[in-house]
């Protein structure tokens, strides 16, 4: 891979000045071979292994990061889904123990979150997931590095309705169980459809089975470099040539990409795998997925004709990336989490973004309803059938949606509540006051479209 001057001077430009970071490096690792006949006995492998190999992650990525000049901001590890290596443990076991021991070992490495205690269950569940699912709330909400996810639909499978009205179960009792701290452990909950192996970002991030034992994947950011690139073009710039703007950028922030993950790879002596090419905000100031739609010519995100624009820059975004590397993959598009994007915020707060239409985003995005806080009354039923639409869009759609979302206790409509962090500010936005509630009770599985049928 060559690089030419201007583009190197391009990089540091837009290091220096326009919020250009590599958003995470993540360790992908097999847990199989930690599976044991005890839940203990797993626990203690799970977290040897996790500290074993991940011991020079951190100060490796550290080291690049200050060589290039690039900001790495978070070091991440995911592993096999949980769910999956206890399934020979004899007895019904403490699967906390096992969630406890790697969140220990993330702990002991230094990294900032560890993703996989998860479950693919859009078919259905074995009787150790059913008791697994049950464990999630207790494992958030006593631990502080831990990432969990569900998947509970495929295009191919269709939409597991029993996961689904679970799942709003399990969201409430997080909600309750960290009252104290704003429902915080839904914030380290995704409910997905499609959900990818590779995915580099939490707190979705599983390491599938298809994956080799050990694997770095780096997730590159860049929405402030985007967002200035656009408020510096004419305003009477047609959208096409717009479009030709982002994928130029798009092209430069896959290649600085690459360039760390493979150097990383190298140095801890693993294979590279995918650059996630997702543009992810932060509440920073400018570093914001919203300011880029806005600058494209809207008074407010959220407005009538954002879901095109954002499907313009989405679609800009994966072309520049493909045509930078052969290892895109993950996600790749546009994250529009409300809490974590300073312009989303606002937009929320004066009514101009809705969940409604955060819905629609979905159709051309990466996920959907992300770090979206909702009046703490919200029952469980509304809660599932906010995911069900969310995932008959990634269903139809044949694309990976995925729902984050926190009924935050106490709270109602218009209040804001403060998680902290990257995991930044959330307004309270209101839900459909209609009741959903037969429709979720009716349960089984909505069959797979038509279109699933390919071979």
């Known amino acids: ?243 030709e703007v982002i994928k130029k950028l798009a092209f430069k922030l896959a290649r600085a990409g690459e360039l760390v993950g493979r150097e990383a790879a190298r140095r801890l002596g693993l294979p590279f795998g995918i650059i996630d090419l997702s543009l992810a905000p932060t509440p920073v100031l400018g570093d914001s997925v919203a300011d880029i739609i806005e600058a494209m010519g809207f008074e407010r995100a959220g407005t009538h004709g954002t879901t095109a624009a954002l499907a313009l820059l989405t679609d800009a975004v994966k072309k520049g990336g493909a045509m930078a590397s052969a290892s895109v993959g993950g996600m790749s598009g546009a994250f529009i989490p409300v809490s974590e994007d300073a312009t989303m915020i606002e937009a929320a707060r004066v009514g101009a973004l809705s969940l409604d239409k955060l819905e629609a985003w979905t159709s051309v995005c990466s996920v959907g309803i992300d770090m979206v806080a909702v009046p703490g009354a919200t029952s469980a039923e509304t809660i599932a059938a906010i995911i069900a639409d969310e995932m008959a869009v990634g269903v139809m759609n044949n694309k990976t949606t995925a729902v984050r979302i926190i009924p935050v206790p106490g709270r109602t409509v218009g209040e804001m509540v403060e998680f902290g962090g990257l995991l930044g500010t959330a307004p309270i936005m209101p839900v459909n006051a209609f009741s959903s509630d037969v429709f979720i009770r009716r349960g089984g599985r909505i069959p797979a479209p038509i279109h699933s049928l390919r071979n």
Not at 45 to 70: F, W, Y
Request: aromatic share 4%; glycine share 10%.
């Open 1 to 243: 891979m060559e690089y030419t001057t201007a583009e190197i001077l391009q990089t540091v430009r837009m290091t220096e000045m326009e919020h250009l970071d590599i958003r995470t490096v993540t360790l992908g690792l097999s847990l199989r071979d930690c599976a044991t006949d005890s839940i203990e006995g797993t626990a203690a492998r799970a977290r040897e292994k996790i500290e074993s190999t991940a011991e020079r992650l951190v100060a490796t990525v550290n080291e690049i990061g200050d060589e290039v000049g690039i900001s790495i901001a978070n070091k991440r590890i995911s592993i096999t889904p949980a769910s999956m290596i206890v399934e020979g443990a004899r007895g019904n076991g403490d699967y906390i123990a096992l969630a406890r021991a790697i969140d220990e070992g993330a702990r002991s490495v230094g990294v900032d979150f560890i993703g996989g205690y998860s479950a693919l269950v859009h078919k259905g569940w074995t009787r150790v997931e059913s008791d697994f699912l049950d464990s999630i709330p207790e494992a958030l909400s006593s631990t502080e590095r831990l990432c969990s996810s569900l998947n509970v639909a495929t295009t191919r499978a269709g939409i597991n309705m029993d996961a689904v009205r679970r799942t709003g179960n399990l969201i409430k009792e997080m909600a309750e169980r960290t009252r104290e701290r704003g429902g915080l452990a839904c914030a380290k909950f995704v409910c997905f459809a499609n959900a990818v192996e590779d995915n580099p970002f939490m707190a979705g991030a599983f390491h599938g089975v298809g994956e080799p034992e050990a694997v770095i994947n780096v997730g590159v950011s860049g929405p402030g470099v985007v967002n200035h690139a656009v408020r510096d073009a004419p305003l009477d710039l047609p959208l096409d040539e717009l479009a």
